[in-house]
C-alpha cells in the first residue's frame, strides 16, 4: 500500500528557506504512471496547491503566486521528492502535505496523501 | 485565473441528503474531483473525473455536472460525514495549474 510521510522543519525562521522532504513507500516515484506535489493549508483556510512535478517528463507546474520562491526535486535513489521554499514569512505557516497525482484523462487528481507536517515561520 | 465556487457550510440532519455545490466556468469540460477532510487529518480523495468513486467510498457519495456547477450528493448523511468538502480540477487553459474551491464544512445537525 503507497504511504508517503513528510519530514522536514517544524519551526523556519523569517526569511529563510523552508525544505521538506517526502519519503515513498509502496511505490516507486519513478512510475510513469503517476506525478507527485505539495499542498498546504494555513491554520483554519483551505488547500492551497504548491507545486507538481512529472518525473517521467522532467516537468515541473507551480502555484503562479509562489512560483518564484518555490524549487522541487526529486531523488529516485531514495525515492523521495523535496520541497524548498525560500524568503519564508508567517503567511507561510501551514500545514504542508506531500500527495501522489494521477491522471488517466488529462485531469489530474491527488489519489493518496501524505499525514501533512506543520510549519510555522517564527523567530 | 480560474475560480472554483463553494458556499462555506451547509447544515443537514441525519439521514437526510446533502448537496455541495462547486461552481465554476465550463465546469463540465475540466474533470472535477471532490475531497473529504476530516479535521485533524489529511484530505480524503472521494470523487473523481465528476462522478467516480475510488475503492471504499461509500455509494451513499455521488457526483454530478449540471451546467457550470459541479453537484457533491452525500445520501443518508451520518454523523461521521460532518467534514470539510473541497472540489478541485487541472485548468489547463491557464499555465497548467491545480485549483482547489474554498470548501464547504458540512455540519450533521
Known amino acids: 500500500q503507497l504511504q508517503l510521510q513528510e519530514s522536514g522543519p517544524g519551526v523556519v525562521k523569517p526569511s529563510e528557506t523552508l525544505s521538506l522532504t517526502c519519503t515513498v513507500s509502496g511505490g516507486s516515484i519513478s512510475s510513469v504512471s503517476y506525478s507527485w506535489g505539495w499542498i498546504r493549508q494555513a491554520p483554519g483556510r483551505g488547500l492551497e496547491w504548491i507545486e507538481i512535478?512529472?518525473?517521467?517528463?522532467?516537468?515541473?507546474f507551480y502555484n503562479p503566486s509562489l512560483k518564484s520562491r518555490v524549487t522541487m526535486s526529486a531523488d529516485t535513489s531514495k525515492n523521495q521528492f523535496s520541497l524548498k521554499l525560500s524568503s519564508v514569512t508567517a503567511a507561510d505557516t501551514a500545514v504542508y502535505y506531500c500527495?501522489?497525482?494521477?491522471?488517466?484523462?488529462?485531469?489530474?487528481?491527488?489519489?493518496?496523501w501524505g499525514q501533512g507536517t506543520l510549519v510555522t515561520v517564527s523567530s | 485565473s480560474y475560480v472554483l465556487t463553494q458556499p462555506p457550510s451547509v447544515s443537514v440532519a441525519p439521514g437526510k441528503t446533502a448537496r455541495i455545490a462547486c461552481g465554476g466556468n465550463?465546469?463540465?469540460?475540466?474533470?472535477v474531483h471532490w475531497y473529504q477532510q476530516k479535521p485533524g487529518q489529511a484530505p480524503l480523495l472521494l470523487m473523481y473525473?465528476?462522478?467516480d468513486r475510488p475503492s471504499g467510498i461509500p455509494e451513499r457519495f455521488s457526483g454530478s455536472i449540471s451546467g457550470n456547477t459541479a453537484t457533491l450528493t452525500i445520501s443518508r448523511v451520518e454523523a461521521g460525514d460532518e467534514a470539510d468538502y473541497y472540489c478541485?480540477?487541472?485548468?489547463?487553459?491557464?499555465?497548467?495549474?491545480?485549483?482547489f474551491g474554498g470548501g464547504t464544512k458540512l455540519t450533521v445537525l
Open positions: 500527495a501522489r497525482l494521477s491522471d488517466l484523462s488529462g485531469y489530474p487528481y491527488f489519489d493518496s
Open positions: 512535478i512529472y518525473y517521467s517528463g522532467g516537468i515541473t
Open positions: 478541485q480540477v487541472w485548468d489547463s487553459n491557464n499555465d497548467h495549474i491545480v485549483v
Open positions: 473525473y465528476d462522478s
Open positions: 465550463t465546469i463540465g469540460s475540466k474533470g
